[in-house]
């Protein structure tokens, strides 16, 4: 592990000055300046924890882990707080249309009354009714169609 701590304190070296760079979007300087903190306080955590194994060991170097692992966390969490984009502004809110109940009233009279109309010209086996049944109950779909 000591040997990749290098490798690392010098990503987070990279990473700060190319974030001190640049030049954020507008709105966006907060959450940059957060960044750039982040790196930095990463960056000398973990030239610490490389210090502390390299003269101390894996022992004494355990009671700055949490510290370590928070700023690298920090990064983590400033890294959501850049890439994340803000959200749209809401669309102005609009009336809701009333809803249609004379619709659905026409096209629940029509599909009773064609179910009806149906089951007579089936029962006295004349197929013009049961037509007639059938034109009746497709015009109640037509009539009412449901609003998402």
Request: overall charge negative; charged content about 15%; aromatic content about 4%.
């Amino acid at each position: 592990m000591l040997e990749r701590l290098p490798s690392l304190q010098y990503a987070l070296h990279a990473a700060s000055e190319l974030a001190l760079g640049l030049r954020p979007p507008a709105g966006a300087e907060i959450a940059h300046a957060e960044l750039a903190a982040a790196l930095a306080g990463a960056r000398d955590a973990t030239a610490e924890i490389a210090e502390v194994l390299e003269h101390g060991g894996g022992i004494a170097a355990e009671p700055l882990l949490p510290e370590w692992r928070g700023a690298l966390f920090r990064v983590r969490l400033a890294r959501l707080r850049v890439a994340t984009p803000k959200s749209l502004p809401a669309e102005p809110a609009t009336e809701p249309e009333p809803p249609a109940r004379g619709d659905a009233l026409a096209a629940t009279l029509l599909a009773l009354g064609g179910a009806t109309v149906f089951a007579a010209g089936a029962t006295l086996q004349l197929w013009p009714v049961w037509a007639l049944g059938l034109a009746l109950v497709a015009s109640g779909l037509l009539v009412y169609s449901p609003r998402p």
